[in-house]
């Protein structure tokens, strides 16, 4: 048997013709088009960040409304309030014609017309 | 121009000359890469898919290489594990125990064109695949790269004591092998 020293050979191994020569040009190839997925991947983090915030925001405005913004939603939402706001019904305050005044009352509405006018509050 | 470790490193630090920085190092270093993994690994096409992931990490983490060893150390450590990892992965893949992985690659390796007819180096080789990957690892370093133990102890994180008894039992092995053959 020979001695383990005497069968070191460094080219046992073969390699297809050109390979070495073809290697730097595929790595430098697969480099760039590494280099470009990740910008269109840092692209699309940001794109998908701004949607995110976009649909938080919105999210945010229909569900946890402030108290101005909730007031006009619930109106705008609600067409009996609208029609509310918009026409309300009379007051129940009872309406007094002057045929139903007799004489005492306009005694009595000189007289306080009067006071008032005489009244040093005025002045 | 002689192409040292020093201008690769300066001219990588560079955004503008960095890719050419990367050709000189492939210039460099791409046979000792390839070599170092396809005496692991055995097989070129393993071999050729190995080398381009670890010119991939090069390229990637250079840039943090700090210089505590030096560039071919560095280099080195790469191949190794990323070998290593590559038939841990193969041996799951397959769902190939230890012995049963031997077997499997010393009748790929006969079908492989890409190594040498010679009969006495064939055989060799066969000694060598025999080997388990780790104490493969060692023995390739030594036998053939030459490194030297201190070297090696960076590369495989191991004490430079069991790296010289791991070398003793592994060439003791390889003779065994020859000597039954």
Not at chain 1, 37 to 42: E, G, I, M, P, S
Not at chain 1, 62 to 75: G, K
């Amino acid at each position: 048997m020979k001695n383990l020293e005497e069968l070191k050979e460094k080219n046992y191994f073969h390699v297809p013709e050109g390979f070495f020569e073809q290697l730097p040009n595929d790595i430098l190839n697969t480099i760039k088009k590494e280099e470009k997925k990740n910008r269109l991947y840092r692209k699309a983090i940001v794109a998908a960040a701004i949607a995110a915030i976009v649909v938080i925001g919105s999210v945010t405005i229909l569900f946890f409304p402030t108290p101005e913004t909730a007031v006009s939603v619930a109106i705008s939402n609600s067409p009996k309030i609208e029609s509310f706001v918009e026409n309300p019904p009379p007051t129940n305050t009872p309406q007094v014609y002057e045929e139903e005044l007799d004489n005492i009352d306009y005694q009595i509405m000189e007289y306080y017309n009067e006071e008032v006018l005489n009244s040093d509050y005025l002045y | 121009m002689e192409i040292t470790d020093e201008l690769i490193l300066k001219l990588f630090a560079q955004k503008q000359t960095k890719e050419q920085a990367f050709n000189l190092l492939m210039q460099k270093y791409q046979q000792d890469i390839y070599f170092s993994i396809r005496r692991v690994v055995f097989l070129h096409e393993d071999a050729k898919d190995i080398t381009q992931n670890v010119l991939l990490k090069i390229w990637r983490y250079l840039d943090k290489f700090r210089g505590d060893s030096s560039l071919r150390t560095w280099i080195s450590k790469i191949c190794i594990n990323e070998s290593l990892t590559f038939i841990e992965k193969k041996k799951r893949l397959l769902n190939l125990s230890e012995s049963d992985y031997v077997d499997f690659m010393l009748k790929t390796v006969e079908e492989d064109h890409y190594l040498s007819a010679d009969k006495i180096q064939q055989l060799l080789q066969k000694a060598i695949l025999s080997l388990p990957e780790k104490q493969r690892a060692v023995f390739t370093l030594r036998y053939y790269d030459e490194m030297p133990y201190e070297e090696m102890s960076r590369v495989l994180n191991t004490s430079v004591g069991a790296l010289k008894a791991s070398y003793h039992f592994a060439a003791k092995k390889v003779e065994d092998f020859l000597s039954k053959h």
